[in-house]
């Protein structure tokens, strides 16, 4: 049985209704004025619709002899209706041709190739071959190459390149181009570059592949050079180019070549445009994508789709939301149901931090009819780990399940990355475990969730099982696994799998990577370890790692070092907010006020101002923010009457204040109550009076927890049988029964 090329159309009825009323003669008469014996040069006139309904008539046996479709005429009906998409009729059509001629096999195999049934086209290729009532001509072989090309079956297109070269097909600089660009996308790029010196005519399009392959191989020079010596440099010659830099990482060279293609007066179309946009967001140019979006007004391109989504994108990678809500709201309302539009703007909102907002757009989204794809579910899960809304991130994981989407690598990955950002790991877990595909990103999201739940032997073991599973780590996976290390002090294991990251996986150690390590000497209180690994590696130049070395410091009372880190810190001009904070806090901690006040003096002369420290938590879809001291919640009277009993409660059971870590120069009871109604406690204390008995609690904050926090919590935990999880700027806190899963390494 010949094989299947396109899923089988439903075998129609013996006898058609206009057969069973005995008119069909009649009808045909009249509609086309046929009779027996007429020429087939007339019915080829005929529409396809027409033609169709000849042969459906003919299944009724009337005209049997006469209206069967001639090889010619299906070839024309297969054309249109693979146009069409309608694949179910045109495998109809081709099951009923009797004698299969090259134009039926070209329309066939060619519609398969433009339409992406790769596997199907390539299954006719094989049929016609079988058959051998035709030879393949060139659009066939391009065609069934293309399809290699698009499913990557190397083997195959050797073998009909083989084909080709054994019967003596004439190898026109179309087909060397379908050869060339199948072994280029296979990766065969070796056999690309010797078919590519042995080509005696080259066009644009067999130049354009070349430094394509090159870039792809990640030969820049090379491409460049190819780019250089090409003498048909066309607008998508340098669309090749400018892409190519850009997605490899050369981003100011790609700019380079974007000047350079300005000055020679090509006319840009709307693939330079969209790449020019990319390139201006990547590299936050703002006044370069105005520049551009002049130009698109000029040329009447605004109305393109992919013009219009790279715009926007641009728009929010700069920090212009407004510019790319402008464009957004310009769009068409007949076209804006395309879902990249609606995606861009959604995922443009939780790049920059305003989840709210892309929550809100994605509800208008569906108000408005739009469907939600995977890329729009997936930049809303983002935007719901971001703030920690677990209930409406339960929705977005709902709608996955109502649409039918599988949990796919990228969307399974968004869902287990909200559910352990939201405090969920637990669900993130089975997330994980259900997932249809697992990729390095599903792996390296888990792992990292149970890093930043301070769960790092469970991390390190899901990293061995990942191994196991023959599944390579990226730079993000050794990120993910030294963070766990550095969380539960695993010192030995951290510095054996730095060693292994750049021995076994070839992984050049970047900031994050070194940052991991200085982390993790100095939680131990290796800090004499942690400094000579700066200095070691020559990454002095990096505030990042005075400032972890600054926190380590703090934590251990190393004054010595404190004021290293500062010094460097004060020399590279990095020295934020926060590393302000943590010096002047721990001058304060050991009574050094005059120290402490002269920090302060710098801070305001430098403009630096501290980020006030908030928390929030979120009930029945509504989020309730506190700061320290803060008396603007309505039901602020009752949270801090409920409060101070709670902190009576608590000292009854062993409960006693930090007051050292007080930063203001003040008598010891105002030490007190200044502690006391830190933002966390007052989100707590909330929680607990509008929620039932044994109701888990989940507090997000925007700073690390204070060690003060950190104490009341554990007893607080054991206090009202609660178990109590509060996100901070670092990790996850589990409170239970007076212990918290950090261990009080943190």
């Known amino acids: 049985m010949r094989a299947a090329l396109i899923p089988a159309l439903p075998r129609l009825a013996a006898t058609s209704s206009a057969a069973a009323s005995g008119r069909t003669d009649s009808r045909f008469a009249r509609r086309g004025k046929l009779r027996r014996g007429c020429s087939r040069r007339r019915l080829s006139c005929l529409c396809p619709a027409a033609l169709l309904r000849r042969r459906r008539a003919a299944r009724g046996g009337a005209l049997e002899a006469c209206v069967a479709l001639a090889p010619h005429e299906s070839a024309s009906v297969l054309r249109l209706l693979v146009r069409w998409h309608n694949f179910h009729g045109a495998r109809g059509v081709f099951d009923e041709t009797p004698r299969r001629t090259a134009p039926v096999w070209t329309s066939t195999i060619a519609g398969c190739a433009r339409r992406g049934r790769y596997a199907e086209g390539i299954r006719a290729f094989g049929e016609m071959l079988a058959e051998g009532g035709a030879m393949p001509n060139a659009f066939v072989l391009a065609a069934v190459v293309r399809c290699c090309a698009g499913i990557g079956d190397v083997e195959f297109g050797k073998r009909v390149h083989g084909w080709m070269l054994r019967n003596g097909v004439h190898l026109d600089v179309v087909l060397c181009n379908a050869v060339l660009d199948m072994y280029a996308k296979c990766?065969?790029?070796?056999?690309?570059?010797?078919?590519?010196?042995?080509?005696?005519?080259?066009?644009?399009v067999t130049w354009n592949i070349a430094i394509s392959a090159s870039i792809q191989a990640g030969d820049i020079l090379g491409s460049m050079q190819l780019f250089d010596d090409s003498p048909l440099r066309d607008t998508t010659s340098w669309n090749t180019i400018i892409s190519g830099?850009?997605?490899?990482?050369?981003?100011?060279?790609?700019?380079?070549?974007?000047?350079?293609?300005?000055?020679?007066?090509?006319?840009?179309?709307?693939?330079?445009?969209?790449?020019?946009?990319?390139?201006?967001?990547?590299?936050?140019?703002?006044?370069?994508?105005?520049?551009?979006h002049g130009r698109v007004l000029v040329a009447s391109l605004e109305s393109d789709a992919f013009v219009q989504s790279s715009l926007m994108d641009m728009y929010c990678k700069c920090g212009l939301l407004e510019a790319a809500v402008s464009v957004f709201d310009r769009w068409s309302p007949l076209t804006r149901d395309m879902n990249f539009a609606w995606s861009t703007m959604i995922t443009g909102y939780v790049q920059n931090g305003r989840e709210e907002e892309a929550l809100e757009l994605f509800r208008r989204m569906l108000r408005e009819g739009a469907i939600a794809d995977r890329f729009t579910l997936t930049s809303v899960a983002a935007a719901c780990a971001n703030a920690g809304m677990v209930e409406q991130g339960r929705q977005v994981h709902g709608c996955v399940e109502k649409l039918w989407y599988g949990l796919d690598a990228p969307l399974a990955s968004a869902i287990v990355d909200m559910y352990a950002k939201c405090g969920n790991l637990e669900d993130a877990r089975s997330i994980f475990d259900t997932a249809c595909t697992k990729n390095v990103a599903v792996w390296t999201s888990m792992l990292c969730?149970?890093?930043?739940?301070g769960q790092g032997r469970m991390a390190i073991e899901l990293f061995k099982r990942m191994r196991v599973e023959k599944m390579t780590p990226n730079e993000i996976t050794l990120v993910g696994v030294l963070s766990a290390c550095s969380h539960v002090g695993l010192v030995s294991e951290g510095e054996l799998y730095f060693k292994q990251m750049q021995e076994e996986y070839g992984i050049a150690p970047s900031i994050e990577h070194y940052n991991c390590i200085v982390d993790l000497y100095g939680r131990s209180g290796l800090l004499d370890k942690a400094k000579n690994f700066i200095e070691g590696n020559n990454i002095n130049h990096e505030a990042i790692v005075w400032k972890t070395l600054l926190s380590a410091c703090r934590l251990h009372q190393h004054k010595a070092y404190a004021k290293l880190a500062s010094e460097n810190l004060f020399r590279l001009e990095q020295c934020d907010a926060g590393s302000y904070v943590m010096l002047s806090n721990m001058y304060a901690t050991n009574n050094k006020w005059r120290d402490t006040f002269e920090l302060r003096v710098a801070m305001r002369e430098r403009k630096v101002r501290k980020q006030p420290g908030q928390s929030w938590i979120h009930l029945k879809n509504t989020v309730h923010t506190f700061v320290a001291g803060d008396a603007s919640h309505p039901q602020s009277t009752e949270i801090y009457a409920y409060l101070e009993k709670l902190v009576e409660r608590l000292k009854e059971i062993g409960y006693t204040s930090r007051t050292d870590l007080v930063v203001h120069d003040?008598?010891?009871?105002?030490?007190?109550?200044?502690?006391?109604?830190?933002?966390?406690?007052l989100a707590i204390a909330f929680g607990i009076i509008s929620t039932p008995s044994g109701t888990p609690l989940r507090i997000f904050k925007n700073l690390r927890v204070c060690e003060d926090c950190h104490e009341a919590i554990k007893y607080i935990s054991q206090a009202t049988g609660r178990e109590i999880i509060v996100r901070d700027l670092y990790r996850f806190h589990h409170f239970k029964d007076a212990r918290c899963s950090c261990e009080d390494f943190w």
């Open 449 to 453: 969730s149970y890093a930043s739940h």
């Open 187 to 204: 990766g065969q790029l070796e056999r690309a570059r010797r078919l590519f010196g042995a080509m005696a005519e080259r066009d644009a």
């Open 245 to 292: 830099l850009m997605r490899s990482g050369h981003a100011t060279e790609a700019l380079n070549c974007l000047r350079q293609m300005t000055k020679t007066g090509l006319v840009f179309n709307h693939y330079t445009y969209s790449t020019a946009f990319a390139l201006a967001g990547m590299l936050l140019l703002p006044d370069l994508g105005r520049q551009l």
């Open 666 to 681: 003040v008598e010891e009871e105002q030490r007190e109550t200044a502690l006391m109604f830190h933002s966390e406690k």
